[in-house]
């Protein structure tokens, strides 16, 4: 024992930096792996092997059908949230831009297949026709509006736009499980510094004790692998409060965040995933975009149908019957064309009306504790072995310097 206090104070300066370089591996190993968690976004290096790309970009297809599941099953209901939109709203909102709209199909599609006839044609049966088509149009979109809100599940794949969106941004997909987490890695970084040092104390009196060169490496992988795995256990977990030793009181991190953790994930979902952009994009060109086509293109020809009546024999007989008919389906073709632009002026009031923020933040607070866990706890469980594996071999190689700088 006398030997052992002599030691310690002879070479105490040496000991004393032991808590401390434990408690940096701590957090150096945190840092490392919460990087690699993220960055870099694209592959870097040579493949398959050789190089390295963020946990969540290398597995983008998986995390984001993941999240998108969460969402579409626990979150938001298509239905119910374009049940919100007021149809005879919408068209009045868009009114303007509509009549527009109107009027420049019309002459496009007459000068398309009979540049003479619009000419020719007389003015006032140019401005009825006109007039009566630009009246009905905002009935028609409302009509077509109607349909779309009862048929949603037709027309718009809410999973495959959530999906394509994230795939396709891979830094979208890392802010949003970056931004709802920053005080979870926070925690991860801090706590490294904490268990570090304590590991470290201990690994100082087994130095002490044994002097064996292995002890420092050993030490290294120990706090490395082992304050990794706990920093991660204690973001998630107990899912409810607990009281420790009869007096200390611990909740997951994340769980013990519910609130704020459901206002900043609504925020990201309106703002930057379920947006009307996107959600146009994806009724427009997804994968059931010819069904909504056909609901614009039934709705145009009825329309030009019903109030055409009083140049249609004129018109079918200038340019016949099936010109007609193509006519009509070219008419229809452009206006669907045009849909993007003309309903980019309802676009606050759709904003509003979905309310889709306040919507995701609602119902995430009605979470049990461990659905509402599934929103961050998949970005770490298939992957977290290798994020551990890096804190300890960094951990190993540091205490390996350790021992380097002590013997020699």
């Known amino acids: 024992m006398q030997g052992l206090i002599a030691d310690l104070a002879a070479h105490w300066q040496v000991y004393a930096t032991m808590p401390v370089i434990a408690a940096l591996i701590g957090y150096v190993t945190k840092r490392v792996a919460i990087e690699m968690m993220f960055q870099p976004v694209e592959f870097v290096g040579i493949k398959p092997f050789l190089g390295w790309q963020g946990v969540l970009p290398a597995n983008a297809e998986r995390m984001a059908t993941t999240a998108t599941d969460m969402l579409t099953t626990n979150l938001v209901d298509p239905k119910e949230i374009f049940s919100r939109l007021d149809p005879e709203q919408l068209a009045k909102e868009i009114e303007e831009p509509l009549l527009r709209v109107v009027e420049d199909v019309t002459r496009e599609v007459m000068e398309q297949y009979q540049p003479r006839l619009w000419e020719v044609l ?150 930057e995933i379920i947006t009307i952009p996107n959600l146009l994009e994806e009724v427009l060109r997804g994968p059931k975009s010819d069904r909504l086509f056909q609901m614009i293109t039934r709705e145009v020809q009825r329309t030009i149908d019903a109030q055409a009546s009083i140049v249609k024999p004129f018109v079918a007989v200038a340019v016949g019957s099936r010109k007609f008919q193509e006519m009509k389906q070219t008419a229809a073709k452009k206006a669907a064309e045009r849909v993007p632009e003309t309903i980019r002026h309802a676009e606050g009031y759709a904003i509003n009306a979905l309310d889709v923020r306040n919507t995701v933040v609602d119902r995430m607070r009605k979470l049990t504790p461990l659905e509402f866990e599934q929103l961050l706890r998949p970005a770490f469980r298939q992957d977290e072995w290798k994020l551990i594996a890096v804190g300890a071999v960094i951990g190993g190689l540091v205490g390996e310097l350790q021992v380097l700088l002590l013997l020699h």
């Not at 409302?142 to 718009?156: C, P, S, Y």
């Not at 590991?199 to 082992?226: D, E, M, N």
């Open 122 to 271: 007389p003015n006032g049966a140019q401005q009825l026709l006109l007039r009566r088509v630009q009246t009905e149009a905002p009935k028609a979109i409302a009509k077509i509006m109607r349909d779309i809100a009862g048929n949603i599940d037709d027309v718009l794949d809410l999973k495959h736009m959530v999906v394509t969106n994230l795939v396709r941004d891979k830094a979208l997909l890392n802010r949003l499980i970056r931004d709802i987490s920053r005080p979870e890695m926070r925690f991860i970084a801090r706590s490294g510094i904490v268990f570090g040092f304590y590991l470290g104390c201990v690994q100082l009196l087994v130095w002490a004790l044994t002097k064996s060169p292995i002890v420092l490496p050993l030490f290294g992988i120990g706090i490395g692998w082992l304050t990794d795995w706990l920093a991660l256990k204690m973001i998630f977990l107990p899912r409810e409060p607990r009281q420790f030793f009869g007096f200390y009181t611990w909740q997951g991190v994340f769980q013990k965040r519910r609130n704020q953790v459901a206002a900043d994930y609504g925020d990201m979902i309106a703002r």
